[in-house]
């Protein structure tokens, strides 16, 4: 079975959040499957991952877009380095750039590389068993091969559609068709929702099943989907749920290169506590408080507005008897609130910008993940922290619903009800108390260490989708 999965991020060539990691994983557990041929296809980025290793040039040709015409170059890496062969789409002009996304030309670059993509398969006659499409990005694909007469050969070829985050559609004006590969004009409701080019909603419509990455997210859409409960209602029938793996080759602490100290489940509290005290010396914490840490976007999804509540209010509340370290970026008032309680308070350490290596650190070393987020289709950083043996404070919703249980009812960590900075405080309130009960802290690393979250289920619950 050949599968080709479209994204514009993939890790560690490109990644801004989750669905990188998702698309540098999935491929390689499904190709440890016999029979199965999983690939990755992307836009080209200027990017040290690119500059680093060898690629060839697969395919040069050309594409139109309105009255423009760009050249596509397709570049396939040789050393299959990440575990399945890796494709990079290259369109001078639209897709030469330093990262994914934020630019004003957007929606016309993810056309450009969804035209480039087919107009490469449909010229060298590569025909894939699926194709997987990530997000509203690739949405238009399964429009495509149907209704454009350019992509014929690719007719009937079976297109899964996964939702990452059903919060960002692609939504544009309808001028934008002219951007668009010429397709049969009487379908033009297959592209539509509410007088507006819809991506995501093209996607739900025209694809063969559709899946959110997790159970969880997956009925959460049914009844709130800024718009779309009807829709996806309506195509119920294809609607599926499978939750996210983790990486577990990258996300090991006995193997993990990113840190001071590797350990293992054996131990995990020495290992944990040697490398939080490294952490806490680097960032001038107090070692033997507990540390609460916090992960990601400066997003109105995450939380992340409740932030700066939370860090002066858990302060205030404990008289200083915690640390609280937080790694991300985004909004910037956000960020400029942070960096005020930062120079506050001796006990909150910041760090701004996305940094790979740190957020291994600072899995390995804190005792608690906060994860206030009002919407998380999956969430990963839950799955990370307990394979670190962290115990992950989250909403109850989306994915964290389906992968944290309290542990008031046997689970691995602490769920609360409302997207609000108080119920959060309240969740560390009841983290304090277990912090200080050493062994049921001890009992709770270790028992966090042994959930098995990596891909290889998740894989398999993929390739049942694909079979179908």
């Known amino acids: 079975m050949k599968i080709f999965n479209l994204s514009m991020e993939c890790y560690p060539v490109a990644k801004v959040g989750g669905l990188a990691d998702v698309v540098g994983a999935l491929p390689k557990y499904l190709n440890k499957i016999e029979g199965v041929e999983a690939s990755v296809i992307m836009p080209w980025y200027n990017k040290p991952f690119v500059h680093d290793h060898n690629f060839e040039i697969v395919f040069d040709g050309w594409i139109h877009q309105s009255v423009h015409t760009f050249q596509v170059q397709v570049m396939k890496e040789r050393s299959q380095s990440l575990g399945f062969d890796l494709y990079l789409v290259k369109i001078p002009g639209l897709l030469d750039r330093d990262n994914p996304y934020g630019y004003w030309d957007e929606s016309q670059q993810f056309l450009a590389f969804q035209h480039g993509v087919l107009h490469w398969l449909s010229a060298m006659q590569i025909r894939p068993d699926i194709l997987h499409c990530h997000d509203y990005h690739t949405g238009l694909v399964p429009f495509m091969i149907e209704n454009c007469p350019?992509?014929?050969?690719?007719?009937?070829?079976?297109?899964?559609?996964?939702?990452?985050?059903?919060?960002?559609?692609?939504?544009?004006?309808?001028?934008?068709?002219?951007?668009?590969?010429?397709?049969?004009?009487?379908?033009?409701?297959?592209?539509?929702?509410?007088?507006?080019?819809?991506?995501?909603?093209?996607?739900?419509?025209?694809?063969?099943?559709?899946?959110?990455?997790?159970?969880?997210?997956?009925?959460?859409?049914?009844?709130?989907?800024?718009?779309?409960?009807?829709?996806?209602?309506?195509?119920?029938?294809?609607?599926?749920?499978?939750?996210?793996?983790?990486?577990?080759?990258?996300?090991?602490?006995?193997?993990?290169?990113?840190?001071?100290?590797?350990?293992?489940?054996?131990?995990?509290?020495?290992?944990?506590?040697?490398?939080?005290?490294?952490?806490?010396?680097?960032y001038g914490l107090n070692p033997d408080l507990p540390l609460f840490s916090f992960i990601g976007r400066f997003a109105g999804e995450k939380g992340a507005d409740f932030l700066p509540e939370i860090v002066w209010k858990s302060?205030?509340?404990?008289?200083?008897?915690?640390?609280?370290?937080?790694?991300?970026?985004?909004?910037?008032?956000?960020?400029?609130?942070?960096?005020?309680?930062?120079?506050?308070?001796?006990?909150?350490?910041?760090?701004?910008?996305?940094?790979?290596?740190?957020?291994?650190?600072?899995?390995?070393?804190?005792?608690?993940?906060?994860?206030?987020?009002?919407?998380?289709?999956?969430?990963?950083?839950?799955?990370?922290?307990?394979?670190?043996?962290?115990?992950?404070?989250?909403?109850?919703?989306?994915g964290l619903r389906d992968t944290v249980e309290d542990i008031s009812t046997g689970g691995s960590g602490i769920n609360f009800g409302s997207a609000s900075a108080e119920d959060t405080v309240n969740a560390m309130h009841r983290a304090m108390h277990i912090y200080h009960d050493h062994d049921l802290m001890k009992n709770l690393v270790r028992s966090n260490m042994n959930y098995d979250f990596s891909w290889d289920h998740s894989a398999q619950l993929y390739l049942e989708l694909y079979r179908k």
């Open 150 to 282: 350019e992509f014929n050969f690719l007719k009937g070829v079976k297109t899964i559609g996964t939702i990452h985050n059903g919060e960002y559609q692609g939504q544009m004006r309808w001028d934008m068709a002219n951007y668009m590969p010429w397709f049969y004009g009487e379908q033009w409701g297959l592209l539509d929702w509410n007088g507006y080019i819809n991506p995501l909603v093209s996607m739900i419509k025209c694809c063969h099943a559709f899946n959110a990455v997790s159970n969880g997210y997956m009925q959460e859409l049914f009844q709130s989907f800024r718009g779309l409960e009807s829709l996806v209602q309506q195509e119920g029938s294809k609607a599926y749920g499978i939750i996210n793996g983790i990486d577990t080759e990258v996300w090991d602490p006995e193997t993990d290169a990113f840190l001071d100290f590797n350990f293992n489940k054996k131990d995990a509290l020495e290992g944990k506590w040697k490398n939080k005290k490294a952490l806490c010396e680097e």
């Open 315 to 398: 302060i205030q509340q404990t008289e200083g008897r915690l640390n609280i370290m937080i790694l991300g970026s985004g909004e910037k008032q956000i960020e400029n609130q942070l960096l005020e309680l930062n120079e506050t308070y001796s006990n909150f350490a910041l760090d701004l910008g996305y940094k790979e290596y740190l957020s291994h650190k600072i899995y390995a070393s804190s005792d608690f993940l906060l994860m206030p987020s009002r919407v998380e289709p999956c969430g990963l950083n839950q799955m990370y922290a307990m394979r670190y043996g962290t115990i992950p404070i989250v909403r109850y919703i989306g």
